[in-house]
């Protein structure tokens, strides 16, 4: 069926042009394993009960687990990842009857799909072990019972920082305590993940109080410095086990290019609606992810419109997303599962974790942004018997548009880095203070935390009178709990909170808010549209009013950077990339109105200058390039431009983060370097770790650039490579032409390998 | 490491880091001034609080202990002795005064606690009622009971034993933890068993113990000690100071110590790593002063209840909720004299528990 509909696909001529790839991933049989010491008989039965065999990365696990190690796991979605770490600890708490182990989820939603699997083994294997889940919604009456005698409790990151102030009550827990598993850990990037790894340490450090050295286990989607992750995650060594065993069905992925021409005629939602109409029709079930809520249900709406009048197909089309109750999404999880759904459209919220059987065909509206969560998305479709289908309908945005003249970089190995930064001195000393105020902090044996910091931090925290040092270590003093002024998701506290008829939406940093949030700005928040109503600076407060608008807003500013200090060059070949402290000032001036593509209106804004310290790299152009730009008669502050936005466009790609994540700056003479010079930096306060990894990575970022611009069917630049929608100067001046010969120049320079034109 | 800690130095400059910290700490603090127009609905639920006229008078309060004290060393304004303990060497204030326990004695707590047949699961009044009609009069005259035997048993050697955590643990279950027999339970014990304790912090958990202060019998006195630090480092040494005075049959009693104190003192314990038991049978004063005197006072603070009970009017006090404060001038200071008051009212404290207690017994004494 599937075949039939692909061949007739690739044959019509409303789409053939527009597929821009077609890759056949073959199906494959599984490996199983084999087990050193067999597992005991209730375990045993478990396994046997449900016909389970287990795969060869399954054994590898339970093995390397049962010697001790720390494992990290990245096999693709669906593999059977829970159950290579269910059963060893399944195993211990067989074996110890005093033995907990504690898992850690990103989501409530998560946490309650966990705690049934583990109510299952309980049963089966008939080891208790009265697995509970602890989160914000647990009752305060339960709360004892569980700490006193649950021996598997699942919580998520933001409840764990909470309660580990309170370890004196969790004693038994924390005493007993032999494994943690993070799972989807890839979610621990960024500003929260950087948390996260403190909260972790700060846990490590409460289990060595009361004598327990628990194993990790982290498992994640598949990222290409596993290793690095997890022990920057942990602080501990980790066993990497990425060879998956478990056998898959034969999927053929598509991509999709609606700007194949580079122009497109249809937008690419109305791409969309065909693509899901043309399988629905064959009555391939097909589940279609969109960028937006409103456009799962527009998709959704649309297509039922496009349907014949009373025909049966339109009962068969549902959108499904967050905002829906419980029950509304239990009807098309069962809708689809039983076949009485053949079209489903929905934001991510059917990412991860819930279940809806297996369909036939996935259409991923839009790049989600990482490869992983592509991937992710595209595991959706497949059976293990039945071929299936996974599209990528491409946007008209860089990275898109990269992936869609690029596809190998997106089936080759995987390079997308995830990245944790323990050095940003507002994650840290907040954490820090956290660590201080759940045990006496003693500098000589706290090796979990960076020492280097440390010893400053501290000497600075006792300056403001929040700790002291006594013979016992250094000890809390401060007001008020720690926790509560620290939070995970945020640099700092002193976030803007977003709210809509009194009801908090979200937090957000401040040069987010000021970026996003601002007076008259058009924010989405899980797809929905707001338009914001008051920004109250003094106490950071942002009201906004649910509208659905026509139009979105962007914020014009202007940034101006000092450089405070270089921490490292980097040389390549007769280039140098250099990393360090920058000094940025982003000054919001106002903000356009978009309509149709068109500015329909600017608007001033009068807001304070926001200032902050953060981690950037740049370079220089070398005379002789400058020169040759001119030459040519090119406009030399139009390439820099050019080439400052196709690089920040394109990094993601290799350092996981979004694009708004990375500020740039590039300017025909720097103050600073006495040169042309362009700066990427860490759009968040103290940095974040993202262009100190660049930084390393700057060939292959350099060549991707190129290939960027090079590959863009425009003229003289568009969405899809250049222009960037969020550019503070209305994407003037700009040179393509001009950012290609830079980039060809530099990568000569750099000495890598030529490039081919 | 050499280049982190380049980055690091590049980052703190002047501080700011550390300053935010403790700005946006300051404004998750637990103390909150009420402002004159403010009604009660309007305080913040879940922080302590103080209201405006209170708050004033108490920062005039505290300069002028600072111009008093000026240049005075701790230890002679606040004359006491060093103690040796196990964690180090602590601070100690003893004070005696003309004062006593007053519980009912154990023949009459016994009388009492058994002639109460509906502590018996599965007696009500109606059953309680008929039972005396019958002629059974306490607890005793079920011993050999087919149904109640058991449990009857049960009480009479708790009775017998004075073993008083038992029965608040039973008396609890069947009634509230406030019930007057809970109260009576406490006639097993001497009065030197008691021990009175009133803890004042630099703010709610996770944050030092400044001043421990106990009270215990020690013939026609109470004896006051009052473990206070100097420096934050003596919070252990005073920890294990009190620990000295644990053990034996020993009996709390505190001012809303179930919730605050005795946790609070774990917590603490648990944060140096000193293991040590603090569970006995634990007499909370505001759960009882609740029960029998709510409709009778405008609140339950214990001021509140010294004022009306015992007529006294504190000078010069402060409140509890800038106990953090006082001291916090002291530490940034070294200047005792905002210690005065934290000592005096942390006395005064444990002295009008004592007399509650006392009185409690009396209210309730048929």
Redesign the interface.
Known sequence: MIETALESLKMSPRFRDRIAHIEVLPPREPQFGELGAPLSAGISHYLNSRHIRLYSHQCQAVEALRAGRNVILCTPTASGKTLGFDLPVFETLESDRQATALFVYPTKALSNDQLKVFKDMERATGIRADAAVYDGDTPVSRRGRIREMSRIIVTNPHELHHVL????KW?RFFRNLRYVVFDEAHRYRGVFGSNVAFVIRRLRRIAR?YGASPRFVLSTATLANPQEFGEKLVGAPFAVISEDGSPRGGKTFLFYNPFFDGVGTLSPHQETRDLFLYFVKRGLQTLCFTASRRMAELIALWSKEATAAGSALAEQIAAYRAGYLPQERRLIEDGLKRGLLTGVTSTNALEVGIDIGSLDCVIISGYPGTVLATWQQAGRSGRRNRDALAVLVGFQNPLDQYLMRHPESFFGKPHEQAIIDL?N??IL??QL?CAV????FETGSEENF????VG??LG??A????V?E???GW????????V??VGLDHI???AYRITSDGVLLETMDTSQAYREAHMGAVLLHQGESHVVRRFDVENHLVEVERKDVDYYTQAIKNVDLEI??T??TRRLGQMAVHLG?LEVSEMTLGYKVIQNDQVVAREELDLPPLRF?T?GLWFTIPNELRRAIYDRGLNFGGALHALEHAMIAILPFEVMCDRWDIGGLSTPGHPGTGEPTIFLYDGYE?GIGLTEKAQGLMERVTRLTLELIRDCPCETGCPACILSPKCGNDNRPMDKQGAFLLLEGMLERMGGPGTRV | MKEMSERNKNHTPGGHIGRRLRESLERASDVVVIERDQTTAARPFAAAWVDYREYHEAQRLKSELLRRYRGKALEDVLPGEEVRTARGVCYRLVSRNASRLRTVDPAEAGRRILSDLKLLYGVGEVTEASMKRQGIGTIADLADHPRFGGQARSILKMVEEGDTMGLLDWIGRGFQKSHPLALFSSGFHREEDFILIDIETLGMFQRPIILLGLARVHGNEIRVEQYLLRRIDEEPAALAGLLTHLGGRRAFVTYNGRTFDIPYIRERLAYYGIRANIEGPHFDVLHFSRRAWRDCVPDCKLTTLEHCFLGIRREDDVPSALVPEFYESYMRTGNPGPLVPIVEHNRRDLLTLASLFSKLHEEWQP
């Open positions: 102030p309170w370890h004196s004693e109080f050095a001195p507002y000393s907040g203070l105020a759940e045990l006496p960076p020492a280097a910091h400053e931090m600075e925290l300056a403001e009178g929040l002291k006594t013979p016992h000890v809390y003093t401060g007001r008020g709990r720690p509560e002024a700092a506290r002193d405070l200090g921490r490292a402290e310290r981690t103290g």
